[in-house]
């Protein structure tokens, strides 16, 4: 009981929710951080410029509320994408859009749809929102089960592709077949779409209850902007702005999407760095014989093989915990069986990765980790 009696006067769900369990963010310098998925080079020059000439003189300009509908970075994500600027709502993250959908679509009679293991933050916004969840369960082939999606009754349903924490990629043959048949919004959380093969923004052109939500805080290097936005039918953007805040996006944000965005070759460039790293990484994993899926994303998800060939969730933790205390973070997601025996690793700078794959080396070499 609390003192003030204050959480008994709060609504029954809000006193039993779990709150979303960010990646560490540590203090201090020394760290090879390969645990959010962040990007490891910096954003475009551009950005920084932009934010400097958006702040003018003393910062004058924080006077003054943003525009509200974030109307220039809105038309330049609808030329980037060859869309119509009525397709496109900008959020403060992607997480925002996410939260936007759960808004429009969810509650406790209507359900949302979404697969397991992918992003463990919908959940948390459902229960939010205190709505009911369906969930369809990956087998460990992580291949994609459409005919379930297909005949889920949900008002909408969330699915991530490239999914997370797997960085295993759905085709648009594949996205195609569910929307064909299944008759709610399918948002496709595309989050990690820069670096994988395909991405389903030409389907928007033939099928209006598909949503793509994107952010840039990975390829882009964003994170600390808050920035991302859905692509959809005109209706379905027109729902997400009655829903949101009306100033969600603050003005050095705008600026510094519209910069970012704007830059293609930059980026091109950075992603093109990341997919060679992350290929080398998985060629090493290879020839340790770590089975590991193959990533369509930033980042890898592995299980570790100790020096006597055995995987499990204890040898995951182990490897986790000697990382750790070399100062390299990585995820574990040690509650869902299908990941509990592997660990998800980020892709870093070549350098960062020679860190990683040295400590594996050395605790591959104790022998008395398990
Ligand atoms: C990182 C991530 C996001 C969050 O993006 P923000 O724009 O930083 O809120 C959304 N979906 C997935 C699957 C992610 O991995």
Redesign the pocket.
């Known amino acids: 009981m609390s003192q003030t009696d204050i959480p008994s006067l709060a609504l029954g769900h809000v006193t039993r929710l779990h709150a979303y369990t960010p990646g560490l963010q540590p203090s201090g310098s020394g760290w090879v951080k390969l645990n959010t998925?962040e990007c490891p080079y910096p954003p475009s020059p551009r950005v920084a410029e932009a934010i400097v000439r958006e702040l003018g003189a003393d910062g004058a300009s924080l006077r003054l509320y943003p525009n509200p509908e974030s109307a220039s970075l809105r038309s330049v994500v609808a030329r980037l994408h060859g869309l119509g600027e009525k397709q496109v709502c900008i959020g403060n993250?992607?997480?925002d859009i996410?939260n936007l959908l759960v808004r429009c679509f969810c509650s406790a009679a209507s359900p949302l749809g979404q697969t397991t293991p992918s992003?463990s933050l919908y959940p948390v916004l459902v229960e939010i929102q205190d709505g009911g969840l369906q969930t369809i369960a990956f087998d460990r082939s992580m291949t994609l089960p459409v005919e379930r999606i297909k005949n889920s009754d949900a008002k909408a349903f969330f699915l991530?592709s490239p999914n997370?924490p797997t960085g295993v990629g759905f085709s648009n043959a594949q996205l195609e077949e569910i929307l064909s048949a299944y008759r709610g919004v399918l948002v496709v959380?595309e989050?990690?779409a820069p670096f994988a093969g395909e991405n389903a923004v030409s389907l928007l052109a033939n099928y209006p209850r598909l949503v793509v939500v994107r952010?840039l805080?990975?390829a882009h290097a964003l994170?600390g902007m808050?920035?991302?936005y859905a692509l959809g039918h005109p209706e379905l953007i027109d729902l997400l702005d009655r829903v949101r805040d009306s100033y969600n996006v603050n003005r050095l944000s705008q600026a510094a999407g519209c910069a970012a965005l704007s830059d293609t070759a930059y980026y091109d460039g950075v992603i093109a760095r990341i997919k060679a790293t992350r290929d080398a990484f998985l060629a090493r994993l290879e020839e340790r014989r770590w089975f590991t899926y193959r990533s369509q994303t930033n980042f890898v998800f592995t299980e570790p093989c100790d020096a006597a060939g055995r995987s499990g969730p204890a040898v995951a933790r182990s490897l986790y915990d000697f990382l750790c205390e070399n100062k390299v973070l990585v995820r574990y997601f040690p509650s869902h069986a299908l990941t509990a025996s592997f660990l998800r690793i980020s892709v870093g700078t070549d350098d960062e990765m020679l860190v990683l794959n040295r400590t594996i080396d050395a605790w591959l070499k104790a022998a008395t980790h398990v």
């Open positions: 998925n993250g992607s997480d996410l992003y991530t997370a959380d989050a990690y952010t805080s990975k994170a808050r920035l991302g």
